[in-house]
């Protein structure tokens, strides 16, 4: 059996140990991206990706339209200002309740409603 | 010395036995109790009842990513822009600039709140709810609460932006006056 030159020895002994620095950061990244909540900032994961619109055409309008921050305010301005801004607008108004109460409610999720029974009924 | 460490030891192997009774003691008595049926039925039907949160907490995270992006949106591409124009142009436009910075605070809040209600779905969907339908139904008030400050906190930023969307109608010149 050949023995290890010093030189080769310590070349495995950094990659050893360039490895297990690498293995080190990645296990604290992903933990500090799970406890701190950002995950469920991420819409990149897998399965949470924002759906795409077939339909693009109603979006454009609106997607190509920018206010400058300088120049006029006249009533043009104005007006070009609200009907782009107030269909975006209507966009989020359109959800009805959003993160309503009902889809984690008793009656959703199959428990039975019990109704509290006084004490003092015969 | 007053505290050795003998004496530490004890104290904690006793501390070890009464926190954990002294914990199981408060939470049986803030808990809401739940009757018989009740946890029957969540035993039952606890598979069910954790597909139907799972569903919910994709459904949850579609609307954010809805939402969010219009947020965004008006914010950028909108609100800032505007208000910087009206700076420039000597428009008086506190109210607008105090909109703008609740609209600033109110989104921050919607995303801490959205990151500490899925922290509560995440742990209500880890409980076993088939072996321990208190422990799960204690957490599903939690998520409960931390729903409802959501939806609350979503309202208002509609609020606030239907609030931005008059107070930039009333700019509008009257009886002729230009900003030009």
Redesign the interface.
């Known amino acids: 059996m050949t023995k290890l030159s010093r030189g080769s020895r310590n070349l495995i002994l950094l990659g050893l140990i360039s490895i297990l620095i690498a293995l080190t950061t990645t296990g604290i990244s992903v933990a500090i991206y799970h406890y701190s909540g950002d995950m469920y900032l991420d819409s990149s994961r897998p399965g949470h990706l924002p759906e795409k619109k077939d339909d693009q055409s109603e979006d454009e309008p609106t997607a190509k339209y920018t206010l400058p921050d300088t120049g006029p305010v006249d009533d043009k301005t104005i007006d070009d200002f609200l009907y782009y801004y107030n269909e975006q607008l209507d966009r989020v108004n359109a959800i009805e309740t959003p993160y309503s109460s009902t889809p984690l409610s008793n009656e959703s999720l199959g428990i039975p409603v019990e109704l509290a029974i006084p004490e003092d009924v015969d | 010395m007053a505290f050795g460490p003998k004496k530490i030891y004890n104290i904690n192997m006793r501390l070890r036995y009464f926190l954990p009774v002294a914990f199981a003691l408060l939470t049986a008595t803030s808990t809401n109790a739940l ?1 018989d ?2 946890r029957g ?2 035993s039952q ?1 606890c598979a ?2 954790r597909q ?2 799972k569903s ?1 907490q ?6 954010r ?3 969010s ?3 965004h ?2 914010q950028t ?2 609100i ?3 208000n ?3 700076v ?2 000597n ?1 008086p436009a506190a109210g607008l600039t105090e909109i703008q910075s609740s609209i600033n605070r109110e989104r921050d809040t919607f ?1 801490r709140q ?3 209600y ?2 509560d779905m995440e742990h209500l969907i880890a409980i076993d709810c088939q072996n321990n339908p208190d422990d799960f ?1 204690t957490q ?1 008030e939690n ?2 609460n931390s ?2 400050e ?2 609350n906190t ?2 208002r930023i ?1 609020a606030l ?2 609030k931005y ?1 008059e107070s ?2 009333n ?3 009257v009886g002729g006056r ?3």
């Not at chain 2, 994709?58 to 609307?63: S, V, Y």
């Open positions: 009757s049926d009740q039925a969540i039907h069910s009842i139907s949160l919910l994709l459904a949850d995270d579609n609307l990513n809805t939402i992006p219009i947020y949106n008006l591409n909108f800032t822009p505007l910087l124009r009206l420039r142009n428009i995303s959205f990151i500490h899925n922290q139904y599903l998520a409960r729903r409802v959501l939806a979503v309202q509609n932006l239907s969307s930039v109608y700019l509008k010149p230009h900003y030009d």
